[in-house]
């Protein structure tokens, strides 16, 4: 098993994570004037002087148009997530604006929670993750994986629009007999924060629900039938295995009667073991043919009055 794909050397990985938000994002304001962000933590000073002003030259700053000092000093000894905003240095004689700053007071980022899985075992695994504590800053986050023995680091490719938060690792190799480490760097303009984690793709394989679970009727007798879910990639060469469960009446969280289904897509409803005339759902998970990792989450219930 080779490896493809792009190789990133934990240098290359930093200077992405420095060009993707370390950069002034200024705009274009009032008179030319460049607004200048400034980042702060909360609860820490900030200084701002306004700058190219004439000696004893009279200066206000103000904040949303209303005056906060009239001193060439803005200076907030305790910043609050309340003094987010654009604070503007006027000069009173000219009536012009000097400067602008955009202030943005936050917090620097604490290590996010990641968790990865292989619904695609073993082409690919997805990671998806949180930020624990709100930062109120724009917070990116790089993911990276490495192999433990071989010390190469990959990056987990983030997956655009998809509706969830989701990268991808490819070119996993199976029973390695050693975890992968998964590093995640959440990064903003106040600091940043690295959490690895140990991720064994065997025992995180866990299939997407089977599909069209459905009643089908054949030579007169009721069958259960589904497909096997689209992600799962080569059925044929890594087989799965099923669960149908089921319960009647409105004995959901009760009641559960587990079938374990090994080598076929159906089930047939006999008349053995279900009673004729009362309505069942059914439900059915996936699992890696051999045991590995987790199932899947049940498919949705299907209704179907036994006859
Ligand atoms: C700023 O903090 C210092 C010490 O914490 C305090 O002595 C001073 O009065 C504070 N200044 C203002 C303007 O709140
Ligand atoms: C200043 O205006 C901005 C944008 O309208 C707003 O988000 C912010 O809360 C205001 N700040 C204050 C202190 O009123
Ligand atoms: C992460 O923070 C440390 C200090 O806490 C700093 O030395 C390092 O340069 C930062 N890394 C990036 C990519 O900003």
């Known amino acids: 098993m080779g490896y493809h794909g792009n190789i990133l050397t934990d240098r290359q990985v930093l200077f ?13 304001l009032l008179n030319d004037q460049p607004i200048k962000d400034v980042y702060v933590e909360v609860g820490s000073e900030v200084k701002v002087l306004c ?62 929670d990641i968790r990865c899985w292989a619904p695609s075992y073993p082409l690919k695994a997805l990671c998806t993750w949180s930020q624990m504590t709100e930062t109120y800053l724009p917070t990116q986050h790089i993911i990276t994986y490495r192999d433990r023995d071989y010390g190469v680091t990959y990056p987990c490719h983030i997956i655009p629009k998809s509706p969830d938060i989701l990268c991808e690792m490819k070119n996993l190799q199976i029973l390695a007999n050693r975890p992968y480490i998964v590093y995640i760097t ?26 069209n679970v459905r009643v089908v009727v054949k030579q007169g007798r009721q069958v259960l039938e589904w497909n096997h879910p689209p992600s799962w990639p080569e059925p044929q060469h890594f087989p799965l295995m099923y669960i149908v ?21 159906s089930l047939p409803i006999n008349l053995d073991r279900f009673t004729k005339g009362r309505t069942y759902h059914f439900q059915v998970s ?22």
């Not at 319960?247 to 009760?254: A, E, L, P, S, T």
């Not at 996936?286 to 006859?307: D, F, M, R, T």
Request: negative net charge; hydrophobic residues 30%; proline residues 8%.
């Open 245 to 265: 469960r089921y319960y009647w009446g409105n004995n959901q969280g009760q009641g559960h009667t587990k079938v374990p289904v090994h080598g076929a897509e």
């Open 51 to 112: 700058e190219g002003v004439a000696g004893g030259e009279p200066v206000e700053w103000t904040l949303n148009g209303s005056q906060v000092v009239s001193s060439t000093l803005l200076h907030l000894n305790s910043t609050r997530l309340e003094d987010r905003g654009i604070y503007t240095c006027h000069s009173l004689s000219r009536g012009a604006v000097i400067q602008q700053v955009h202030l943005k007071p936050g917090y620097p980022p604490s290590p996010p």
């Open 16 to 28: 992405l994570l420095c060009t993707g938000c370390c950069q002034d994002s200024s705009t274009q």
């Open 286 to 307: 996936a699992h890696e043919g051999l045991g590995s990792g987790k199932g899947s989450e049940w498919s949705q219930p299907v209704s179907v009055i036994v006859h």
């Open 186 to 211: 959440a990064i903003n303009a106040l600091g940043n924060a690295t959490k690895p984690m140990e991720f064994d793709l065997e025992e995180n394989v866990k299939p997407d629900p089977p599909v």
